[in-house]
């Protein structure tokens, strides 16, 4: 069934309480429209729909009308050009595709949207995992979302494609937050947390000839990403490569940046980089 949502257990509740008594239906131009059955709202109320679904979370991303609830990753332009390198990708017949840190599911849509007969969006925060959920259901795509720590809730699985734009921003101190806002970003000291996770791991869920398409900031080394899927067994190389100026994220930090040698005086910006590997 078009739109079909799956969620873990404890997932379930949040998304039950999130939209319970509310019917989702897609109009025009993916606009997310919302009806609430007769006890909850009269019909024809002038302010029915700012009492009965939350309006105010859903925003105009790159183009496209996504629901974003309060701390899940905005989509920027790491988001857009991991979109772009799904474009590229030759979906074999029935591919599936598994989409890592999926925040609101941006990436996830373009897959499907490229083909994927099967998509499954893993985020470790529940509100991301609803927010993707919306998303592919109010576009009628077959998104599965799985709540859980990178390839934790797929354990087993096999994928035709692999999309990831995990946390890369280098950290000062401490561990990676798993809490709060922070969590979309911060990425320990070096911002190769979940980074080296993702290239050790991502081979044994390949199926022959699968890709993998990571996207990350030059700042935590993209020789070091190269180098560790080569050695999973990897083909691997940059496919795409953009200036980005710091933003409101990486500009605070600049100064303890510089201390660690990780950027160069009077620096202001950084590349972001798409890595693509297959499976030989």
């Known amino acids: 069934m078009a739109g079909r949502i ?3 257990p404890g997932t379930a509740a949040v998304f039950g309480r999130f939209v319970g008594g509310v019917i989702i239906a ?5 606009a997310a429209c919302a009806a609430v059955s007769s006890s909850t709202c009269r019909s024809g109320s002038p302010s029915w729909r700012s009492r009965c679904f939350p309006w105010s979370y859903v925003r105009y991303l790159g183009f496209m009308r996504l629901v974003r609830l309060p701390g899940v990753y905005r989509p920027r332009r790491d ?3 991991l979109c772009r390198a799904v474009g590229e990708v030759a979906m074999p017949p029935g591919a599936r595709a598994l989409d890592l840190c999926t925040g609101t599911g941006r990436v996830a849509i373009a897959a499907a949207r490229r083909g994927a007969a099967r998509v499954t969006a893993v985020d470790i925060s529940r509100r991301a995992v609803l927010c993707a959920a919306l998303n592919g259901f109010l576009r009628r795509l077959r998104v599965r979302v799985r709540c859980g720590d990178l ?10 494609l692999i999309t990831a734009n995990p946390p890369y921003v280098p ?6 937050r798993r809490h709060g806002r922070a969590l979309a970003w911060d990425a320990g000291p070096d911002g190769r947390a979940a980074v080296d ?7 044994d ?3 022959p000839g699968g890709v993998l398409l990571l996207v990350h900031s030059d700042l935590c080394g993209v020789g070091r990403t190269l180098a560790a899927l080569r050695a999973a067994g990897l083909r691997a190389a940059v496919v795409h490569r953009e200036p980005e100026r710091f933003g409101p994220i990486i500009g605070p930090r600049t100064s303890d940046l510089l201390a660690r040698g990780l950027i160069e005086p009077g620096q202001d910006r950084d590349d972001l980089v798409v890595i693509r590997a297959e499976r030989r």
């Open 6 to 8: 799956a969620l873990m």
């Open 26 to 30: 897609v109009g025009r131009s993916d």
């Open 79 to 81: 988001t857009w050009i």
């Open 151 to 160: 390839f934790a809730p797929v354990t087993g699985e096999r994928f035709d």
């Open 171 to 176: 950290r000062a101190r401490g561990r990676p």
């Open 197 to 203: 996770r993702i290239c050790a791991g991502a081979a």
């Open 205 to 207: 869920l390949l199926t």
